[in-house]
T-cell receptor, first 111, second 116 residues
Framework: DAKTTQPPSMDCAEGRAANLPCNHS???????VYWYRQIHSQGPQYIIH???NNETNEMASLIITEDRKSSTLILPHATLRDTAVYYC????????????FGSGTQLTVLP | DAGITQSPRHKVTETGTPVTLRCHQT?????MYWYRQDPGHGLRLIHY???????DKGEVSDGYSVSRSKTEDFLLTLESATSSQTSVYFC???????????????FGPGTRLTVL
């Protein structure tokens, strides 16, 4: 799995968009970008994933650069309940094996 | 949210006693996983299953065994618990598909185990 780099922490005002960056410069052509988050003491929660096109679901949007070396997770209207550690994971799709979580980004949504 | 439950949610036990944690799913997913999470180590895979009675070791399998006698249940057993096995244990499930949800893992709420 390709290595990812995320800032250790970020703050965001409640109601504003939260933009979480991730660098994955060694990503291979068959590797997907996954995003999970973990709210304190809870199980990791799947957010979104993509291969090369931008993706959107009810939780977030994922923007992947054209060269696929970086991506941004966007929470359009952050709430206090979005305070969590966000993990960017790059891995081959369809592999049914271990997810490797790095250090992630601690997002704190401020009132 | 995926239908995954874990039991018990909290357990305190003594060194040397056997402990079994249960993961139950209602999604009929083929793959099930057991992870442990410790400060400074992130999530580490203990064992996983790719079908009924089909299991394999993960990164930190020593001291743990698993069983899967039916699709919906995956049991993790600590034959003789040690203090180093104090951790939070998460179960996850996934299903392979050719569509956009390929291999997404969904996690349960976790079991907090303390071994005294």
């Amino acid at each position: 799995d390709a290595k990812t780099t995320q800032p250790p922490s970020m703050d965001c005002a409640e109601g504003r968009a939260a933009n979480l960056p991730c660098n994955h410069s060694t990503i291979s052509g068959n590797e997907y970008v996954y995003w999970y988050r973990q709210i304190h003491s809870q199980g990791p929660q799947y957010i979104i994933h993509g291969l090369k096109n931008n993706e959107t679901n009810e939780m977030a949007s994922l923007i992947i650069t054209e060269d696929r070396k970086s991506s941004t997770l966007i929470l359009p209207h952050a709430t206090l309940r979005d305070t969590a550690v966000y993990y960017c994971i790059v891995r081959v799709g369809g592999s049914a094996r271990q997810l490797t979580f790095g250090s992630g980004t601690q997002l704190t949504v401020l009132p | 949210d995926a239908g995954i439950t874990q039991s018990p949610r909290h357990k305190v036990t003594e060194t040397g006693t056997p402990v079994t944690l249960r993961c139950h799913q209602t999604e009929n997913h083929r793959y099930m996983y057991w992870y442990r999470q410790d400060p400074g180590h992130g999530l580490r895979l203990i064992h996983y299953s790719y079908g009924v009675k089909d299991t394999d070791k993960g990164e930190v399998s020593d001291g743990y065994s698993v069983s899967r006698s039916k699709t919906e249940d995956f049991l993790l057993t600590l034959e003789s618990a040690t203090s180093s096995q104090t951790s939070v244990y998460f179960c996850a499930i996934s299903e392979l598909s050719s569509g956009p949800n390929t291999d997404t893992q969904y996690f349960g709420p976790g079991t907090r185990l303390t071994v005294l």
